[in-house]
Protein backbone atom coordinates (compact mmCIF):
# COMPACT_ATOMS: atom_id res chain seq x y z
CA UNK A 1 0.00 0.00 0.00
CA UNK A 2 0.83 3.23 -0.60
CA UNK A 3 1.93 5.92 2.35
CA UNK A 4 0.45 8.74 2.00
CA UNK A 5 3.34 11.36 2.32
CA UNK A 6 1.21 14.44 2.63
CA UNK A 7 -1.70 15.23 5.30
CA UNK A 8 -2.14 18.38 3.61
CA UNK A 9 -1.71 19.97 0.51
CA UNK A 10 -2.45 23.96 0.32
CA UNK A 11 -2.70 24.74 -3.91
CA UNK A 12 -2.91 28.33 -4.48
CA UNK A 13 -4.69 28.63 -8.15
CA UNK A 14 -6.77 25.62 -8.65
CA UNK A 15 -6.71 25.54 -12.57
CA UNK A 16 -4.96 23.53 -15.34
CA UNK A 17 -1.82 23.26 -13.68
CA UNK A 18 -2.41 22.94 -10.47
CA UNK A 19 -5.45 20.73 -10.55
CA UNK A 20 -3.56 18.42 -12.35
CA UNK A 21 -1.28 18.07 -9.72
CA UNK A 22 -3.77 17.32 -7.10
CA UNK A 23 -5.37 15.01 -9.45
CA UNK A 24 -1.87 12.86 -10.24
CA UNK A 25 -1.13 12.95 -6.45
CA UNK A 26 -4.41 11.67 -5.06
CA UNK A 27 -4.62 9.44 -8.17
CA UNK A 28 -0.85 7.57 -6.60
CA UNK A 29 -2.64 7.79 -2.70
CA UNK A 30 -0.32 10.41 -1.81
CA UNK A 31 -2.10 13.12 -0.20
CA UNK A 32 -4.53 12.74 2.34
CA UNK A 33 -6.70 16.41 2.41
CA UNK A 34 -5.97 19.00 -0.27
CA UNK A 35 -7.39 22.99 0.14
CA UNK A 36 -7.92 25.13 -2.77
CA UNK A 37 -6.84 28.97 -2.60
CA UNK A 38 -7.79 30.73 -5.92
CA UNK A 39 -9.16 34.05 -7.31
CA UNK A 40 -13.04 33.33 -8.57
CA UNK A 41 -15.53 30.84 -6.23
CA UNK A 42 -16.84 30.21 -8.92
CA UNK A 43 -13.49 28.19 -10.52
CA UNK A 44 -13.35 27.01 -6.60
CA UNK A 45 -16.39 25.58 -6.31
CA UNK A 46 -16.07 23.59 -9.59
CA UNK A 47 -12.82 22.04 -8.33
CA UNK A 48 -14.73 21.02 -5.47
CA UNK A 49 -17.20 19.56 -7.68
CA UNK A 50 -14.90 17.40 -9.72
CA UNK A 51 -13.14 16.29 -6.57
CA UNK A 52 -9.51 18.34 -7.27
CA UNK A 53 -10.02 20.20 -3.65
CA UNK A 54 -11.66 18.98 -0.33
CA UNK A 55 -11.92 22.28 0.85
CA UNK A 56 -12.48 25.78 -0.13
CA UNK A 57 -10.00 28.12 2.07
CA UNK A 58 -11.81 30.74 3.99
CA UNK A 59 -8.72 32.43 5.41
CA UNK A 60 -5.28 32.12 4.41
CA UNK A 61 -3.73 31.48 8.07
CA UNK A 62 -6.26 28.50 8.71
CA UNK A 63 -5.25 27.22 5.32
CA UNK A 64 -1.55 27.14 5.75
CA UNK A 65 -1.94 25.98 9.28
CA UNK A 66 -0.09 22.55 9.10
CA UNK A 67 0.36 22.72 5.47
CA UNK A 68 2.76 20.27 4.40
CA UNK A 69 3.26 21.33 1.06
CA UNK A 70 2.01 24.57 -0.73
CA UNK A 71 1.86 24.59 -4.45
CA UNK A 72 2.12 27.88 -6.25
CA UNK A 73 0.26 27.51 -9.52
CA UNK A 74 -0.95 30.85 -10.70
CA UNK A 75 0.38 32.85 -13.33
CA UNK A 76 4.24 34.08 -13.18
CA UNK A 77 3.14 37.78 -12.11
CA UNK A 78 0.67 37.03 -9.60
CA UNK A 79 3.74 34.69 -7.51
CA UNK A 80 5.73 37.60 -5.83
CA UNK A 81 2.30 38.62 -4.51
CA UNK A 82 1.43 35.53 -3.27
CA UNK A 83 4.34 34.71 -1.60
CA UNK A 84 4.51 37.87 -0.02
CA UNK A 85 1.48 36.96 1.66
CA UNK A 86 1.71 33.54 2.56
CA UNK A 87 5.22 34.68 3.95
CA UNK A 88 2.72 36.10 7.37
CA UNK A 89 1.31 32.64 8.13
CA UNK A 90 3.43 30.06 6.56
CA UNK A 91 4.91 27.59 9.35
CA UNK A 92 8.87 26.54 9.45
CA UNK A 93 8.29 22.78 8.57
CA UNK A 94 6.55 23.86 5.16
CA UNK A 95 7.62 23.05 1.56
CA UNK A 96 6.93 25.45 -0.57
CA UNK A 97 7.19 25.35 -4.29
CA UNK A 98 5.82 26.96 -7.36
CA UNK A 99 5.10 25.91 -11.54
CA UNK A 100 5.67 29.09 -12.61
CA UNK A 101 7.16 28.97 -16.75
CA UNK A 102 9.74 31.52 -15.50
CA UNK A 103 12.33 30.78 -13.06
CA UNK A 104 14.16 33.59 -11.80
CA UNK A 105 11.83 36.01 -11.13
CA UNK A 106 10.00 34.02 -8.28
CA UNK A 107 13.44 32.91 -6.70
CA UNK A 108 13.82 36.93 -6.74
CA UNK A 109 10.60 37.08 -4.73
CA UNK A 110 11.33 34.23 -2.44
CA UNK A 111 14.64 35.73 -1.43
CA UNK A 112 12.70 38.79 -0.66
CA UNK A 113 9.54 37.49 1.45
CA UNK A 114 10.98 33.63 2.44
CA UNK A 115 14.68 34.79 3.54
CA UNK A 116 13.69 32.93 6.50
CA UNK A 117 13.30 29.82 5.48
CA UNK A 118 14.65 29.34 1.81
CA UNK A 119 15.82 25.65 2.87
CA UNK A 120 12.00 24.36 2.28
CA UNK A 121 11.36 26.27 -1.15
CA UNK A 122 11.76 24.53 -4.12
CA UNK A 123 11.24 26.52 -7.46
CA UNK A 124 9.80 23.71 -10.41
CA UNK A 125 8.45 24.14 -13.70
CA UNK A 126 6.51 21.12 -15.10
CA UNK A 127 7.18 21.10 -19.02
CA UNK A 128 3.13 19.63 -19.51
CA UNK A 129 0.47 21.81 -20.52
CA UNK A 130 -2.05 22.73 -23.14
CA UNK A 131 -3.68 25.77 -24.61
CA UNK A 132 -6.92 24.92 -22.38
CA UNK A 133 -7.10 26.56 -18.80
CA UNK A 134 -8.52 26.42 -15.63
CA UNK A 135 -9.85 23.59 -13.14
CA UNK A 136 -11.97 22.02 -15.96
CA UNK A 137 -8.93 21.05 -17.83
CA UNK A 138 -7.12 19.33 -15.08
CA UNK A 139 -5.44 16.00 -16.07
CA UNK A 140 -3.68 13.29 -13.65
CA UNK A 141 -2.31 11.78 -16.69
CA UNK A 142 -0.80 15.74 -17.99
CA UNK A 143 2.80 14.94 -16.12
CA UNK A 144 2.74 11.31 -17.39
CA UNK A 145 6.22 10.75 -19.02
CA UNK A 146 7.34 14.88 -19.21
CA UNK A 147 10.09 17.00 -18.02
CA UNK A 148 9.88 18.37 -14.56
CA UNK A 149 12.61 20.87 -13.75
CA UNK A 150 13.90 21.44 -10.89
CA UNK A 151 16.00 25.27 -10.14
CA UNK A 152 17.00 24.77 -6.33
CA UNK A 153 18.70 27.72 -4.38
CA UNK A 154 21.81 27.15 -2.99
CA UNK A 155 19.98 27.50 0.23
CA UNK A 156 17.38 24.83 -0.83
CA UNK A 157 17.81 21.13 1.17
CA UNK A 158 17.97 18.31 -0.18
CA UNK A 159 15.45 16.75 2.08
CA UNK A 160 12.94 19.20 0.24
CA UNK A 161 14.22 18.75 -3.08
CA UNK A 162 13.92 14.93 -2.35
CA UNK A 163 10.54 15.31 -1.03
CA UNK A 164 9.29 17.30 -4.26
CA UNK A 165 11.00 15.06 -6.66
CA UNK A 166 9.38 11.99 -5.06
CA UNK A 167 6.08 13.98 -5.49
CA UNK A 168 6.30 14.64 -9.34
CA UNK A 169 8.04 11.12 -9.63
CA UNK A 170 4.53 10.01 -8.56
CA UNK A 171 2.79 11.93 -10.97
CA UNK A 172 5.05 10.25 -14.08
CA UNK A 173 7.65 13.23 -14.86
CA UNK A 174 11.22 12.99 -15.52
CA UNK A 175 13.09 15.26 -13.03
CA UNK A 176 16.01 17.56 -13.98
CA UNK A 177 17.67 20.06 -12.35
CA UNK A 178 19.51 23.53 -13.47
CA UNK A 179 20.29 26.96 -12.85
CA UNK A 180 17.30 28.99 -12.72
CA UNK A 181 18.98 31.69 -15.54
CA UNK A 182 19.97 28.88 -17.85
CA UNK A 183 15.61 27.65 -17.54
CA UNK A 184 14.90 31.36 -18.60
CA UNK A 185 17.01 31.08 -21.34
CA UNK A 186 16.67 27.44 -22.75
CA UNK A 187 12.69 27.92 -22.22
CA UNK A 188 12.88 31.28 -24.37
CA UNK A 189 13.40 29.64 -27.10
CA UNK A 190 11.69 26.47 -27.02
CA UNK A 191 8.23 27.89 -25.46
CA UNK A 192 8.26 31.54 -24.64
CA UNK A 193 9.28 32.44 -28.83
CA UNK A 194 6.70 29.46 -30.15
CA UNK A 195 4.05 31.21 -28.39
CA UNK A 196 4.67 34.64 -29.68
CA UNK A 197 5.08 33.11 -33.10
CA UNK A 198 1.22 31.89 -32.68
CA UNK A 199 -0.53 34.82 -31.06
CA UNK A 200 1.50 36.74 -33.63
CA UNK A 201 0.61 34.78 -36.86
CA UNK A 202 -3.19 34.55 -36.26
CA UNK A 203 -2.95 38.69 -35.45
CA UNK A 204 -1.23 38.97 -38.78
CA UNK A 205 -4.55 37.00 -40.10
CA UNK A 206 -6.53 39.47 -38.96
CA UNK A 207 -5.16 42.22 -40.06
CA UNK A 208 -4.25 40.97 -43.49
CA UNK A 209 -8.07 40.16 -43.88
CA UNK A 210 -8.80 43.44 -42.69
CA UNK A 211 -10.52 42.62 -39.36
CA UNK A 212 -12.64 39.93 -41.55
CA UNK A 213 -10.66 36.79 -40.37
CA UNK A 214 -13.42 34.31 -40.84
CA UNK A 215 -12.60 35.15 -44.74
CA UNK A 216 -9.20 33.54 -44.70
CA UNK A 217 -9.26 31.14 -41.44
CA UNK A 218 -12.20 29.25 -43.62
CA UNK A 219 -9.74 28.04 -45.71
CA UNK A 220 -7.25 26.95 -42.89
CA UNK A 221 -5.97 23.87 -43.39
CA UNK A 222 -4.20 21.06 -40.38
CA UNK A 223 -0.56 22.83 -41.15
CA UNK A 224 -2.41 26.11 -40.29
CA UNK A 225 -4.48 24.36 -37.04
CA UNK A 226 -0.83 22.75 -36.00
CA UNK A 227 1.32 25.63 -36.05
CA UNK A 228 -1.74 28.34 -34.39
CA UNK A 229 -2.42 25.75 -31.83
CA UNK A 230 -0.81 27.47 -28.71
CA UNK A 231 -2.71 30.73 -29.75
CA UNK A 232 -5.39 29.58 -27.89
CA UNK A 233 -3.84 29.74 -24.34
CA UNK A 234 -4.31 32.33 -22.09
CA UNK A 235 -3.39 35.49 -22.48
CA UNK A 236 -3.29 36.61 -18.56
CA UNK A 237 -0.48 33.32 -18.68
CA UNK A 238 1.27 34.40 -21.37
CA UNK A 239 1.23 38.14 -20.85
CA UNK A 240 3.63 37.74 -17.49
CA UNK A 241 5.44 35.07 -18.75
CA UNK A 242 6.65 37.58 -21.63
CA UNK A 243 7.27 40.27 -19.18
CA UNK A 244 9.05 37.73 -16.52
CA UNK A 245 11.45 36.70 -18.93
CA UNK A 246 11.55 40.26 -20.94
CA UNK A 247 15.67 39.78 -21.58
CA UNK A 248 15.95 36.65 -22.56
CA UNK A 249 12.85 36.85 -25.04
CA UNK A 250 14.03 40.14 -26.89
CA UNK A 251 17.25 38.03 -27.83
CA UNK A 252 15.25 35.50 -29.16
CA UNK A 253 12.73 38.15 -31.25
CA UNK A 254 16.06 39.59 -32.46
CA UNK A 255 17.53 36.38 -33.78
CA UNK A 256 14.16 35.45 -35.47
CA UNK A 257 14.01 38.20 -36.93
CA UNK A 258 17.40 38.38 -38.45
CA UNK A 259 16.29 33.72 -39.46
CA UNK A 260 13.50 35.64 -41.22
CA UNK A 261 15.34 38.42 -43.07
CA UNK A 262 18.04 35.89 -44.43
CA UNK A 263 15.28 33.91 -45.89
CA UNK A 264 13.30 36.88 -47.22
CA UNK A 265 16.79 37.79 -48.87
CA UNK A 266 16.67 34.33 -50.41
CA UNK A 267 13.17 34.81 -51.69
CA UNK A 268 13.52 38.21 -52.79
CA UNK A 269 16.72 37.00 -54.82
CA UNK A 270 15.04 33.96 -56.68
CA UNK A 271 17.66 31.82 -54.75
CA UNK A 272 16.10 28.20 -54.98
CA UNK A 273 19.32 26.85 -54.00
CA UNK A 274 19.62 28.45 -50.76
CA UNK A 275 16.05 28.20 -50.27
CA UNK A 276 15.99 24.23 -50.51
CA UNK A 277 19.09 24.20 -48.44
CA UNK A 278 17.53 26.35 -45.27
CA UNK A 279 14.67 24.24 -45.18
CA UNK A 280 16.66 20.76 -45.91
CA UNK A 281 18.38 21.96 -42.70
CA UNK A 282 15.20 22.59 -41.13
CA UNK A 283 13.84 19.06 -41.81
CA UNK A 284 17.19 17.32 -41.27
CA UNK A 285 17.27 18.52 -37.56
CA UNK A 286 13.51 17.79 -37.11
CA UNK A 287 13.97 14.24 -38.33
CA UNK A 288 16.46 14.06 -35.77
CA UNK A 289 14.93 14.98 -32.66
CA UNK A 290 11.95 12.91 -33.60
CA UNK A 291 13.99 9.79 -34.05
CA UNK A 292 16.18 9.99 -30.93
CA UNK A 293 12.55 11.12 -28.98
CA UNK A 294 11.21 7.84 -29.64
P1 LIG B 1 -4.75 28.43 -15.26
O1 LIG B 1 -5.38 27.18 -15.72
O2 LIG B 1 -5.26 29.74 -15.76
O3 LIG B 1 -4.79 28.44 -13.65
C1 LIG B 1 -4.35 29.51 -12.89
C2 LIG B 1 -5.28 29.60 -11.70
O4 LIG B 1 -4.78 30.63 -10.84
C3 LIG B 1 -6.70 29.99 -12.08
O5 LIG B 1 -7.57 29.06 -11.53
C4 LIG B 1 -6.88 31.38 -11.46
O6 LIG B 1 -8.16 31.59 -10.92
C5 LIG B 1 -5.88 31.35 -10.33
N1 LIG B 1 -5.41 32.68 -9.95
C6 LIG B 1 -5.04 33.70 -10.74
N2 LIG B 1 -4.61 34.73 -10.01
C7 LIG B 1 -4.72 34.34 -8.72
C8 LIG B 1 -4.44 34.95 -7.49
N3 LIG B 1 -3.94 36.18 -7.41
N4 LIG B 1 -4.66 34.24 -6.36
C9 LIG B 1 -5.16 33.00 -6.41
N5 LIG B 1 -5.44 32.36 -7.53
C10 LIG B 1 -5.22 33.03 -8.68
O7 LIG B 1 -3.20 28.45 -15.56
P2 LIG B 1 -2.17 27.22 -15.59
O8 LIG B 1 -1.97 26.83 -17.00
O9 LIG B 1 -2.57 26.21 -14.58
O10 LIG B 1 -0.85 27.98 -15.13
C11 LIG B 1 -0.51 28.11 -13.77
C12 LIG B 1 0.99 28.32 -13.65
O11 LIG B 1 1.67 27.22 -14.27
C13 LIG B 1 1.50 29.58 -14.34
O12 LIG B 1 2.48 30.19 -13.53
C14 LIG B 1 2.12 29.07 -15.63
O13 LIG B 1 3.19 29.89 -16.04
C15 LIG B 1 2.60 27.69 -15.21
N6 LIG B 1 2.68 26.68 -16.28
C16 LIG B 1 1.70 26.61 -17.23
C17 LIG B 1 1.80 25.65 -18.24
C18 LIG B 1 0.76 25.54 -19.32
O14 LIG B 1 1.05 25.03 -20.42
N7 LIG B 1 -0.45 25.95 -19.09
C19 LIG B 1 2.87 24.74 -18.25
C20 LIG B 1 3.82 24.83 -17.23
C21 LIG B 1 3.71 25.80 -16.24
P3 LIG B 1 -9.44 31.86 -11.85
O15 LIG B 1 -9.76 30.53 -12.46
O16 LIG B 1 -10.47 32.27 -10.88
O17 LIG B 1 -9.05 32.90 -12.85
Redesign the pocket.
Known amino acids: MTEIILNKLVI ?8 SFALALRRASLVEHIVG ?4 R ?3 LRAKELGVIDEIANDLQEALKDADLVLL ?4 G ?2 G ?2 IAQISLYLESKTIVT ?5 KQDVIIAARSFLAHNLRNFVPS ?11 N ?1 ANANLFHHKHLILTPLEETSVDAIHYITRLWKSCGARISQMQASQHDEIFATMSHLPHILAFTLMNHVCTIAKGSPSNLLRFAGTSFLDFTRIAS ?2 P ?2 WR ?2 CLTNQASLLCQIDAYQDELAALRKMLANNDGVTLEKTFSNAQAVRHQWLKDKS
Open positions: IGVGLIGGIGRSENLAVPVQIKTDVGSTHPIAGTELSGVASSEMDI
